[in-house]
């Protein structure tokens, strides 16, 4: 800059020698390292390394090679680049990992206890040699999310009403929103807590029934509910609800027959989706709905086993027989959650607004 | 403005039905019934914890069993117990969610996307009962390996003292729950990535950053209020869970900083699922106080994170 005359006589020579590309590597590098990776991996397999630790080396060896590479072709800022994309894809199959060996261990270690007698025998023998199922705990578990249910989609159909066709972002429905909110953290055993001390002030110490598990499963549900039936609410469009109010139509009326079938198919998917995440809660249960060894029918009276009560007692008892049955029913608890969830897809599809 | 419309309501026409108007105002009133019914449940969480707890605060010494004196001898240890797990648990879960929110939202294809965002929603759909059983039962004999590789190479840091022989450990408890708060963080985290403006992030890239500098230079700035949120809500989920420390942990009042042994303290909500079976009325109220207790600290938790986000999309609204 102090010699201006110099600079100049230099700067067209140095613009010379700038490329105007940067040295890339190949374009399939990626593939080419993790054909390397791979094959070490086989090596050290073949070694007599065991699977586990072969791939985890071979995975270092991919998030090793592939940087250094760059850095060495591309420079710092392209080998960053390269660090943090294999990083980042790491994290995905480390995560994925629990989730496979979590599903394998539950089909591996349940479905083979899986048959008919399992399905429609509860714990309750009237003879010495009958033998055990967890038909009880089945009928249980639906009873309470069914009770649950029930409460629970009232309140919170309802609720989300108030807050996009009459709140319309009043003091009031901006509080309640904040506190539904707010709500999906309360823990579940704060929601039996609750529950239990509701119960047993009104009823006297020794309550227990499968009613007061519905109460607090609904607390945890309510939240879900709105969440999912405003979001729903509010993707209906104005003109629905205008066509309708120029035809005279009253409010109630427009929402009843013309905004909530309009969002039907994202609420049942959204009361679905809602079940399938507290029907495996136990800790609530535990608290208020008890355990026991029959078939309990009445909702009101008595303790009610749920199968994921079930399976803390069997893990409690430890021995051989009772982790067979835990795992069991732990197979039979997934397959509930995972076809609720499907249904819930499905449910979604049929009963979308058509278009056009 | 006013004077038109006030006329109108004064004289009704044939076509609008006057049922309708009563109609309308039982159907608003069943709504906001409902709204308030939800208020009133989260005011009767509260005042029904605190009538029934009330009495738990002072108990007599011998209530409080061997091990405390006092209510805030008995809650200290299962407070540090239920921080410990949590923050091994953020510790692993952290950087898990905010890489696949990113493969999520900026890295994969479209045809990829869907289906790793749904994986994840599996991963939340797992009962928490079943990862305690496959914590309890498979996870923690897999991880005795790794307590002794730990407690030989960083045996000198207090927190790797000598490992439990089962791998019922804290850090096992922490891994457990690490993988179930994972998808709450990832679903936040992935939300607030997305949102960044597209101009901005192309912006960067025409200015010649690799996409690692344009997510440092563009996503995280912009998603920074939601990332500290989904970390907190995540936290908050963590601080609740019971049954995965329930059924990996057993019920310990040793205070020790050493996460590889068993007798380090149980959860708040650990310790209640343990324990109220025995159903004696004193120590029933004790556990509902410390229920009130983890009530109240996961309600501030949730609380200044949903009031971060709210504050973050204020800002951005403006």
Redesign the interface.
Same mark, same amino acid.
């Given at each position: 800059m102090n010699h201006p005359a110099t600079t100049l006589e230099q700067a067209p020579a140095e613009r010379m020698h700038i490329p105007l590309t940067h040295p890339r590597l190949p374009q399939r590098a990626e593939w080419i390292v993790a054909g390397i990776a791979a094959a070490f991996g086989a090596l050290l397999l073949v070694l007599g390394v065991p699977t586990v630790g072969a791939a985890i080396l071979a995975g270092i060896a991919f998030l090793v090679v592939l940087p250094v590479w760059s850095l060495a072709v591309e420079g710092r800022?392209?080998a960053?680049?390269r660090l943090? %994309?294999g @990083?980042?894809? %790491?994290?995905?199959v480390?995560?994925?990992v629990?989730?496979a060996?979590?599903l394998w261990?539950?089909i591996d270690q349940g479905a083979g206890r899986i048959d008919g007698t399992f399905l429609s025998y509860s714990f309750f023998k009237t003879q010495i040699d009958q033998p055990v199922g967890i038909y009880h705990a089945i009928i249980g578990t639906l009873l309470v999310t069914l009770g649950a249910a029930l409460i629970s989609v009232?309140?919170?159909?309802?609720?989300a009403?108030?807050?996009v +066709?009459?709140?319309k972002k009043n003091k009031?429905?901006k509080?309640?929103t904040?506190?539904?909110?707010?709500?999906?953290?309360?823990?579940?055993?704060?929601?039996g807590?609750?529950a239990?001390?509701?119960f047993?002030?009104i009823f006297g110490?020794?309550y227990v029934s499968g009613f007061g598990g519905s109460v607090a499963l609904a607390?945890l549900m309510?939240?879900i509910v709105?969440r999912a039936t405003e979001e729903m609410l509010m993707l209906v469009p104005d003109e629905l609800r205008e066509a309708a109010y120029a035809l005279?139509?009253? &409010?109630? &009326?427009t929402?009843?027959r013309i905004v909530l079938p309009t969002a039907l198919g994202g609420i049942l998917t959204g009361i679905t989706l809602a079940t399938? *995440?507290v029907?495996? +809660? %136990?800790?609530p249960l @535990?608290?208020i709905a008890g355990a026991t060894d029959r078939t309990n029918m009445n909702p009101f009276d008595g303790a009610m086993t749920t199968l994921?009560v079930l399976?803390?007692g069997q893990?409690l008892r430890g021995d051989a027989p009772a982790?067979a049955i835990?795992?069991g029913a732990?197979f039979i @608890?997934?397959l509930i959650?995972?076809v609720l969830?499907l249904a819930a897809r499905i449910v979604g599809k049929i009963f979308a607004p058509k278009k056009g | 403005m006013t004077a038109p419309t006030a006329e109108i309501e004064e004289q009704p026409n044939d076509?609008?039905?006057v049922r309708?108007?009563v109609?309308?105002r039982?159907?608003?009133g069943?709504?906001?019934?409902?709204?308030l %019914?939800?208020?009133a449940?989260?005011a $009767?969480?509260f005042i029904?914890?605190a009538? &029934? $707890?009330a009495t738990g605060f002072s108990k007599s010494s011998d209530v409080y069993g061997p091990h405390a004196e006092s209510f805030l001898g008995y809650v200290f240890p299962l407070l540090v117990g239920t921080f410990t797990a949590s923050i091994i648990a953020l510790i692993i879960a952290v950087?898990?969610?905010?890489?696949?929110a990113?493969?999520i939202s900026h890295?994969a294809p479209r045809w990829v996307a869907t289906p790793?965002a749904y994986?994840?929603d599996?991963?939340?759909?797992?009962?928490?009962?079943?990862?305690?059983?496959?914590g309890?039962?498979?996870?923690a004999k897999k991880l005795v390996p790794m307590h002794e590789w730990l407690h030989e190479h960083l045996g000198f840091i207090p927190l790797f003292g000598e490992p439990n022989v089962s791998g019922r450990s804290p850090l096992t408890a922490g891994i457990v729950l690490a993988?179930m708060i994972?998808p709450i963080i990832t679903a936040i985290s992935r939300e607030v990535f997305s949102r960044t403006p597209r101009l901005h992030e192309e912006a960067a890239l025409a200015l010649g950053a690799? *996409?690692?500098?344009m997510?440092r230079m563009t996503v995280f700035p912009y998603a920074r209020s939601g990332m500290v949120s989904a970390v907190m809500?995540g936290l908050? *989920?963590a601080?609740?869970?019971?049954?995965a420390v329930?059924?990996v942990l057993s019920v310990g009042f040793d205070m020790s900083w050493n996460v590889l042994a068993t007798a380090s303290p149980t959860s708040i909500?650990a310790n209640?699922?343990l324990k109220?079976k025995e159903?004696s009325?004193d120590l029933?109220n004790v556990?509902?106080a410390t $229920?009130l207790v983890?009530?109240l600290l996961?309600?501030l938790?949730?609380?200044a994170? *949903?009031w971060i986000i $709210?504050r973050s999309e204020r800002r951005m609204a403006r």
């Open positions: 800022r392209g960053t680049d943090m %994309t @990083l980042i894809w %790491t994290t995905f480390v995560a994925i629990p989730l060996s979590l261990r539950v009232p309140v919170g159909v309802m609720a009403v108030y807050l +066709e009459y709140g009031l429905a509080a309640i904040f506190l539904v909110d707010v709500m999906t953290g309360i823990p579940s055993i704060v929601a807590l609750f239990f001390a509701l047993t002030l110490p020794a607390l309510i939240p709105v005279g139509t009253p &409010k109630w &009326k929402i009843v399938s *995440r029907i495996g +809660e %136990t800790a @535990l608290l994921p399976i803390y893990n982790e835990a795992w732990a @608890l997934i959650v995972m969830n | 076509w609008a039905s309708g108007g109609g309308d039982i159907f608003s069943l709504a906001l019934a409902a709204g %019914t939800i208020m449940a989260l $009767g969480v029904f914890l009538i &029934k $707890g950087p898990l969610a905010f890489g696949i990113l493969v890295y790793v994986v994840i599996l991963l939340a759909a797992v009962p928490s009962v079943v990862y305690g059983l496959w309890a039962f498979y996870l993988i994972l690799t *996409r690692w500098e997510i809500l908050g *989920r601080l609740g869970e019971t049954m329930t059924m909500a209640i699922a109220y159903r009325a029933l556990l509902v $229920g983890l009530f996961t309600f938790v949730n609380f994170a *949903r $709210g």
